[in-house]
């Protein structure tokens, strides 16, 4: 009696695993097509988001709930409907506005000396000069009686002027990283100074009694 022998073809078997096996990777791949898109899509509309909210003046704990957007937009309608709110962020702006305008700003090296236009604004509450290649600040200084900030960081500044002393309302002088050798004795007359930074002036050894 003779055996009878069966036979598989695997090649059938292996193409239906093959077809399988990439039905199944093309599905994957168009999962995480789908999730990155998705994902993509969401950072888009959390960024507009926020550029709108920061547009209107939103305060960022509106829209931030532990460390994470929150994309309802009612808080743009609730904004939007509230004049309140509203009338508050154009105070704001209102504010900064009016603040600016007493406040001197300058920087970079193309300045090797303050503006003449300067002295006509004796009005100025602070001065922000830093990054210049400025040497030294004018004796007509003493007539801005109403300067609060001295800003002066990283300039080629070599000395203080004595009038220094007449800036009464003085509150803040910072004079780091320039070429000071030596501190007016007068400065000990600005009897509102709170805060003096003379960090990075290598040169200085002491400070006058009078300071």
Same mark, same amino acid.
């Given at each position: 009696?003779?055996?009878?022998?069966?036979?598989?073809?695997?090649?059938?078997?292996?193409?239906?695993?093959?077809?399988?096996?990439?039905?199944?990777?093309?599905?994957?791949?168009?999962?995480?097509?789908?999730?990155?898109?998705?994902? $993509?899509? *969401?950072?888009?509309?959390?960024? =507009?988001?926020?550029?709108?909210? %920061?547009? &209107?003046? @939103?305060? #960022?704990?509106?829209?931030?709930?532990?460390?994470?957007?929150?994309?309802?937009?009612?808080?743009?309608?609730?904004?939007?409907?509230?004049?309140? $709110?509203? *009338?508050?962020?154009?105070?704001? =702006?209102?504010?900064?506005?009016? %603040?600016? &305008?007493? @406040?001197? #700003?300058?920087?970079?090296?193309?300045?090797?000396?303050?503006?003449?236009?300067?002295?006509?604004?004796?009005?100025?509450?602070?001065?922000?000069?830093?990054?210049?290649?400025?040497?030294?600040?004018?004796?007509?200084?003493?007539?801005?009686?109403?300067?609060?900030?001295?800003?002066?960081?990283?300039?080629?500044?070599?000395?203080?002027?004595?009038?220094?002393?007449?800036?009464?309302?003085?509150?803040?002088?910072?004079?780091?990283?320039?070429?000071?050798?030596?501190?007016?004795?007068?400065?000990?007359?600005?009897?509102?100074?709170?805060?003096?930074?003379?960090?990075?002036?290598?040169?200085?050894?002491?400070?006058?009694?009078?300071?």
């Amino acid at each position: 009696m003779g055996h009878q022998v069966i036979i598989f073809d695997f090649s059938v078997i292996r193409g239906l695993w093959e077809t399988r096996v990439k039905k199944n990777k093309e599905r994957q791949r168009k999962e995480k097509e789908r999730l990155e898109k998705s994902a $993509l899509e *969401k950072i888009k509309q959390e960024w =507009n988001l926020i550029l709108e909210c %920061r547009k &209107k003046g @939103i305060p #960022q704990s509106k829209y931030l709930k532990n460390g994470f957007v929150d994309t309802n937009e009612k808080n743009l309608d609730t904004y939007g409907k509230n004049p309140q $709110l509203q *009338k508050r962020h154009a105070l704001s =702006n209102e504010v900064n506005k009016e %603040r600016s &305008k007493f @406040i001197f #700003q300058l920087s970079g090296e193309q300045w090797t000396e303050l503006p003449d236009s300067l002295k006509e604004q004796t009005y100025l509450k602070e001065w922000h000069v830093y990054n210049t290649l400025i040497q030294n600040i004018p004796a007509y200084i003493a007539l801005f009686q109403d300067l609060s900030v001295l800003e002066l960081s990283k300039n080629r500044i070599s000395h203080l002027p004595v009038e220094i002393g007449c800036l009464k309302n003085l509150k803040v002088l910072n004079v780091s990283f320039n070429n000071l050798k030596s501190v007016p004795p007068e400065l000990g007359d600005c009897e509102n100074l709170e805060k003096l930074d003379l960090s990075g002036n290598m040169e200085i050894t002491e400070l006058p009694f009078e300071v």
